[in-house]
């Protein structure tokens, strides 16, 4: 026997030796029919089911989200410290103290917590302005399963990697824009003296992320649409952006908490070249 709903929803009954364990435990039937009208409804109301964010708006300030997150940003600060070390960037005499790992990492981290923050908010100001159908199915996508989506319905790559194009550029510039507004907010909070350079360079890192996520999830698509779509869109992003793993996913960390004072200058001896204060 089938029961339709207010929404034609279509819930088969159980056998009946299954009655008693179901009034024993309700719950998990009442969670699969809860998300079954859900679904039904964000597709009555959207057009589409997947539009729907199943994230949860603050899943990143989760414990194990932070730990995932202070971990990542301990890696690439210790990445940035090694490489200077070994390239011969920091003095001899130059301690391993806090000022050289523990402070960066600090800033790492809380530029690693503030770029989902932000871009969760614009996320919300653009549902609210927007509304759902442009956020939806314009800036908030999952590369990944749009890809797949096309690829089903289209039956080439060519017409895949061409649809990400625009696609990956859209999907990319609520993150990216987050990115620019924290580092903004941080140069203005260092007191950058070259400020208007440094916005300069981070608008043109800006546009580089966005149209290196594209081309990227293009040429991914071109492959095999679906996970290297979303490989070619990461590493778009790094070759467009910086080389440095430690100052591509958190620019410039190491100077957040330099000291004040006189500029730093690099004086040429023969081969050689010194930094002096």
Known sequence: MTIMGPLETSI????????????ENPRPFLRSAFRTVCREASLRLNGKDYLVDRRAFLAHLRADALVHTALASALLELHRAVGDRIAGR???????????VLLPWLANFGRAVSYPTVT???EGWCLEHLGPRITGSKLVKDIFFSSLRKFCRLQSKELVAQRMLST??????????????VEQAVLLWNGAPSYGRETLRQVVRAVGAIGGAAIGAALGSLVEPGAWTLL????????????????????????????????????????????VY
Do not use: M, N, W
């Open 120 to 122: 969760r908010l614009l």
């Open 12 to 23: 088969t009954t159980v056998p009946e030796k299954s009655l008693e364990s179901l009034l």
């Open 232 to 275: 070619g869109a990461g590493l778009g992003q790094v070759l467009c952006t910086l080389p440095s793993p430690a100052d591509r996913v958190y620019p410039r960390a190491y100077e957040l908490f330099a000291p004040g004072g006189d500029p730093l200058y690099i004086v040429s001896v023969g081969a050689d070249k010194h930094l």
């Open 90 to 100: 920091l003095p001899p005499t130059y301690a391993c103290d806090c000022t050289l």
């Open 168 to 181: 990956a550029a859209k999907a990319s510039l609520l993150p990216t824009l987050a990115i620019f507004l």
